[in-house]
């Protein structure tokens, strides 16, 4: 996975979950407390979400197979959206019932063990903000300039976001957690804890949405990014003897890119000068975006004629046209862009 750092994002996440875990739980049997409960529940959910995010790892680096001639990378975007379900379902949906039945049946948080749930609130968000910095830190290897909420929206690589995602929903339950069982000790009154695990049940859920919907676009198929768009262009173009008609990307993996081009070529040219003249392309292409694992270009003619370009983060149609009408049909109407 780019995914090393992606990994130790991961591991880390699933050490600080599973140790938080288990004082959570200690924590609701000593107390009762439905906040500690829902929170216990929450980082056994997350514990599996990572475990699941290694496996997604480990399967899309399968070879590819007469059956899947172009591999298994988007393993790792099916395993996302899996994750984004368990975090809806087992966590989400399981603390919003915790906490209609604890405003059902409020409990006030009494004993000699009163204390402990504040205790291991505490240690958990001391543990949770060690997880999130590594999160944070391996993101910026990859971040570059953009914003937050632009990395996650347009990440390939899925682990980062949503380990980034989960840490910063982890932190916010846990402080939300931290406030209703410290209302509930202070006051006696149960609703506060009650309320607390509400409120940690439907950030879950905001976040499960948000992980289902960007990870579902990549298990549509998205194109590459503007950058490597243009990179691919010039690299295509770079010996001024092609010129593009049309491209278009995909990545079939966070690190695996097709790239499919129609370029033109010149009516006098041999065949062994187009075949050169193609391979020379595809070494271009690969060194510009060394993702791009699988090209496929076809040679056309042109005629000389004005250029117009569009680009677009799935393909650039340009004006360098077809040899005969039913070609410009298929480069019109057949491509539109994406």
Do not use: C
């Not at 914003?147 to 976001?161: C, D, I």
């Not at 298990?219 to 990179?231: C, K, N, P």
Request: hydrophobic share 50%; charged share 20%; proline share 3%.
């Amino acid at each position: 996975m780019a995914a090393n750092g992606g990994t130790k994002a991961i591991v880390a996440a699933l050490a600080a979950n599973l140790t938080i875990a288990v004082l959570k739980f200690v924590a609701f049997f000593l107390t009762a407390s439905s906040s500690m409960l829902a929170e216990a529940i929450h980082s056994m959910a997350d514990s599996g979400n990572q475990l699941l995010l290694l496996i997604g790892g480990k399967r899309a680096r399968k070879a590819a197979s007469p059956e899947h001639p172009f591999g298994y990378g988007r393993e790792r975007y099916i395993y996302a959206f899996i994750v984004s379900i368990v975090l809806f379902s087992v966590g989400g949906l399981f603390a919003l019932f915790e906490a209609w039945e604890k405003l059902q049946h409020p409990n006030a948080i009494e004993g000699d063990f009163w204390w402990v749930p504040l205790a291991v609130l505490i240690g958990a968000i001391v543990a949770e903000s060690f997880s999130f910095r590594t999160a944070i830190i391996e993101s910026n290897h990859i971040r570059g300039k953009q914003g937050w909420v632009s990395f996650v929206r347009t990440a390939k690589q899925p682990e980062l976001p949503v380990i980034l995602l989960e840490d910063l929903g982890a932190l916010l339950g846990l402080l939300f957690a931290l406030v209703g069982v410290s209302m509930t000790i202070v006051t006696g009154n149960g609703i506060w804890d009650a309320a607390g695990t509400g409120i940690i049940g439907l950030l879950l859920v905001a976040i499960a949405v948000v992980l289902a919907i960007e990870t579902k676009s990549l298990l549509l198929g998205e194109s590459a990014t503007r950058d490597d768009v243009a990179r691919i262009s010039e690299a295509i173009e770079a010996e001024g003897h092609n010129r593009i008609i049309h491209l278009k990307t995909l990545h079939l993996g966070p690190e695996e890119l097709l790239v499919a081009a129609k370029i033109s070529v010149g009516a006098a040219e041999s065949g062994r000068d187009i075949a050169a003249a193609i391979d020379d392309a595809e070494s271009r292409i690969r060194t510009a975006v060394p993702i791009a694992r699988v090209i496929y270009l076809e040679p056309d003619l042109h005629r000389e004629a004005g250029r117009t370009d569009e680009i677009s983060g799935a393909g650039h149609v340009s004006g360098a046209g077809h040899a005969s009408a039913e070609a410009e049909a298929e480069a019109g109407a057949q491509d539109p862009p994406a």
